[in-house]
């Protein structure tokens, strides 16, 4: 059975934490979509890891860790990312793997991504100028690199070829981009990836799953930047939702099992786009400070608010999620009162569902109000611990979502987490 964990707001929600705490449930975690723009944060013995392309169960003796197909990969990010890792974890080689048909991302998609974004002016997404936009747009133009390409004699061919079409491309911008003395480390890395096991993951999946194996697939980003279904045309480049885990690994619908969902206790949105509970003022500051709210891998500071129900319960349909994880519980421990969007007015008519266009419509958010809880959550040691107040607002979040809540974290320690029944 495979299960699956994904955000549900724009990202941020502290995914890494809870695979990291489900881990010893699970044979296998497989990353299924998304790129090195996405940080999942650990915290191990005390030390901070942020994870941008391995699976979140790499600190697990038991568990095999599986890049899938629809993850678009940075070669040099991952040798960086696992030479951090081998300092901590010296047997994590033997537990990776790496599906033959992810993408590759180029020095020149990065070129492309930086200057396409120059170019864009005040209409700029927000990329993290990765390269992931330009290379899933390789992936569905049919141009792409795929990590398998590197194990064939012509992979330098190969290369040219794409990098020459991209050239022609960053021909057309104002923009000059100074990308040559990324091909070096780009090309040593892909020596290095050729050492590391790569794997036909649908197959080697389908293995593991006929053994009996557990499989936990886990998602980066949130679902409100699903390409899709998400805030277009801010969103990223991959389905972030619980259907992009059959594309994105290679498996059958048939073998989906728990969806978890993590969101965390307010909401937080990095660079632009439409955030109809965004606070810009003292709270949203407040938030900020409260929370540490500046991304894992850019360091950009997040737009803070008070959490939206209203997108969350679109999400969790989306979906299909079977438990809800809250995250961040105790951030709020300094406000009072706390604030939850229940309906959007648009043009004067209150509504419960999420407008086509998000970016073009006027909406303003329909508020709850609930009073502060005069315990720290941080101190609770279990969810009967926690204020009578806390337990009557994960309750009636539970009612107007329509799903449970599975678990709340309190802290950001691995063992920080609360389990509601």
């Not at 299960?3 to 881990?23: F, H, S, T």
């Not at 500051?285 to 997040?302: C, D, H, Q, Y």
Request: negative net charge; aromatic residues 10%.
């Amino acid at each position: 059975m495979i299960d699956v964990l994904l955000g549900l707001q724009w990202g941020d929600e502290g995914k890494g934490k809870i695979v990291d705490y489900l881990a010893h449930k699970y044979d296998i975690i497989a990353r299924f979509q998304g790129g090195p723009n996405a940080g999942h944060t650990l915290y191990v013995n005390g030390v901070k890891v942020v994870l941008r392309t391995i699976p979140s169960g790499v600190f697990h003796d038991h568990c095999l860790n599986l890049i899938g197909n629809g993850v678009v990969i940075d070669p040099v990010a991952l040798k960086g990312e696992i030479e951090q890792l081998l300092a901590i974890r010296p047997d994590v080689l033997s537990r990776l793997f790496i599906a033959h048909r992810a993408h590759l991302i180029l020095p020149t998609h990065r070129a492309l991504d930086a200057a396409s974004e120059a170019a864009k002016g005040s209409d700029k997404i927000g990329s993290t100028l990765k390269g992931i936009g330009p290379a899933y747009m390789d992936k569905t133009g049919r141009n792409g690199l795929r990590v398998g390409d590197i194990l064939s004699k012509d992979f330098q061919q190969r290369y040219n070829k794409l990098k020459e079409k991209h050239l022609q491309m960053l021909a057309q911008y104002d923009q000059k981009i100074e990308w040559e003395e990324w091909e070096q480390p780009f090309m040593e890395a892909v020596e290095y990836l050729r050492t590391l096991q790569i794997v036909n993951a649908e197959y080697w999946l389908e293995d593991h799953l006929k053994s009996g194996k557990q499989i936990l697939a886990e998602g980066a980003q949130g679902s409100m930047l699903d390409i899709d279904y998400g805030t277009y045309p801010f969103v990223t480049s991959s389905n972030t939702i619980a259907a992009g885990v059959c594309a994105g690994l290679g498996v059958a619908p048939v073998h989906i099992g728990e969806v978890y969902g993590i969101t965390k206790a307010y909401c937080t949105r990095v660079g632009s786009g439409p955030f109809p509970t965004e606070l810009d003022d003292e709270t949203g500051e407040a938030l900020r400070k409260a929370g540490n709210e500046f991304g894992a891998v850019t360091g950009r500071s997040r737009r803070c608010g008070w959490i939206d129900l209203v997108a969350l319960r679109y999400t969790v349909m989306l979906s299909g999620v079977t438990k809800l994880i809250m995250t961040k519980t105790d951030v709020l421990d300094e406000f009072n009162p706390i604030k939850a969007a229940v309906a959007y007015k648009i043009d004067g008519k209150e509504t419960k569902e999420m407008p086509y266009d998000l970016c073009s419509t006027d909406v303003e958010p329909v508020y709850e109000t609930f009073p502060g809880w005069d315990k720290p959550l941080s101190a609770c040691t279990s969810f009967e611990d926690t204020p009578q107040v806390f337990k009557d607002y994960c309750k009636f979040v539970e009612q107007y979502l329509g799903t449970k809540i599975g678990f709340v974290s309190n802290g950001t320690g691995r063992d920080q987490l609360l389990v509601i029944g």
